[in-house]
């Protein structure tokens, strides 16, 4: 069957495949996003909380201060307040970003789905036109060779009715 011909078929569901398509495309590219969003706010985290863990090597003494007396051990008690802030709100953010990055993965399987499901329906209904046409084609054969039967059948009769 011609394009043309599949294409006046389709033409409504065509222009709906096209639609699931581009949203298609727009949710990957959120999804997209959405990780690398939540790659960097884990990578953020993670710092935080290196830099925490240095803090606290040295407020615990496994690791050795070199601070001036009381005025160092309070500028380390504030950049550890300042850290563990950091690293709460960096926790919120992860937290946040991995919410966000599902329900983008949530929202490009429901676009996909979508999209296949158009896709095999065009892909049906070629299917069925094409066997719809084999079918035609199939009957106008026997119909051609029903006549040239009956035409051959025809023949010999007047051939053997004249001989006889």
Do not use: C, I, K
């Amino acid at each position: 069957m011609s394009t043309a011909a599949t294409t006046r078929h389709d033409a409504g569901l065509r222009a709906v495949a096209r639609v699931r398509e581009v949203r298609e495309r727009d949710a990957r590219l959120g999804l997209q996003e959405a990780v690398r969003d939540q790659q960097r706010a884990e990578a953020r985290l993670a710092a935080y909380e290196d830099a925490l863990a240095a803090h606290d090597s040295l407020a615990t003494g496994t690791a050795t201060f070199a601070g001036p007396g009381a005025g160092g051990y309070a500028a380390l008690r504030q950049q550890l307040v300042v850290t563990s802030h950091l690293v709460r709100e960096a926790r919120d953010q992860a937290g946040t970003a991995r919410v966000v990055a599902l329900d983008a993965a949530a929202h490009w399987r429901s676009a996909h789905s979508r999209l296949d499901a158009v896709q095999r329906l065009l892909e049906r209904r070629a299917a069925e036109r094409a066997a719809e046409q084999t079918r035609a084609e199939a009957l106008e054969v026997d119909d051609v060779s029903a006549r040239l039967w009956q035409r051959r059948a025809r023949d010999h009769r007047q051939a053997h009715g004249e001989a006889s």
